[in-house]
């Protein structure tokens, strides 16, 4: 089994558990098929060493991690979910912002990083700095979290929790409404736009309250709407025309 899954990674998911709990075959397999650090042992799941391995070939793998690896900022990177350096260039000034569901836990479906990943693809849409809600680790003044009937939009007058870096900026004991108002404002500022992806089964929770803070802020909102199971590829692209 050993050898099948150094040539198919696929192969991890019949093997024994004796092989699921080692090291170098996991990686062996993850090399290859990113996605298979779900049927891999718990306790290499939480190992960022295998983490890493099989974001950097898959991605969206990343929601498999556990032990809170997939809000680790070097797997976020690896994954393509960050960019490499905060200073990274880009061509356009006006700065965007993404309304997804969250898509890094296991039992969510990976579409919102799909989409994510396909942006930063996409000839038009990469020229735009743009903020995933996902890559970032929120707290919540919400003891729901996700509560539209919570009073909180975000803004300094409703959030209670809108704690700062040393630069004034959202970090990650912030509010997510707050960090998320925060740059829905820079979007706007900058003549910028949100994305809303809305996956089968219509918005979640949060993308709603997202939305009431959009109309609040006045920002440009561009909607793509599916009704599949899965990402396609052509689901950027539309998306790219329309902002154009």
Not at 112 to 140: G, R, V
């Amino acid at each position: 089994v050993l050898a099948a899954v150094k040539t198919d990674g696929g192969a991890l998911e019949y093997a024994d558990d004796t092989l699921k709990s080692d090291k170098d075959c996991v990686l062996a397999a993850v090399k290859t098929h990113g996605n298979v650090l779900k049927f891999a042992a718990n306790a290499l799941r939480e190992d960022k060493d295998v983490v890493l391995a099989a974001v950097r070939n898959t991605g969206v793998a990343l929601k498999f991690a556990l032990g809170n690896l997939n809000q680790d900022p070097d797997c976020l990177k690896a994954s393509g979910l960050w960019d490499e350096e905060e200073g990274d260039h880009y061509s356009r000034q006006e700065q965007a912002i993404l309304s997804v569901k969250f898509s890094l836990a296991e039992q969510s479906t990976p579409y919102a990083t799909q989409f994510a990943l396909a942006m930063k693809k996409d000839p038009y849409l990469k020229n735009f700095k743009t903020y995933n809600p996902n890559a970032w680790c929120k707290e919540s003044c919400d003891p729901d979290f996700t509560n539209i009937n919570h009073p909180c939009r975000g803004t300094r007058s409703t959030c209670t929790l809108p704690n700062t870096d040393s630069e004034g900026k959202p970090c990650n004991t912030s509010c997510w409404r707050f960090a998320f108002r925060f740059h829905q404002e820079v979007s706007k500022d900058t003549n910028g736009f949100m994305i809303q992806v809305q996956e089968k089964g219509g918005l979640g929770a949060g993308q709603q309250i997202e939305t009431l803070m959009a109309q609040e802020a006045g920002i440009k909102v561009f909607r793509t709407i599916t009704f599949l199971d899965s990402f396609r590829d052509y689901h950027v692209p539309k998306a790219s025309k329309a902002v154009k």
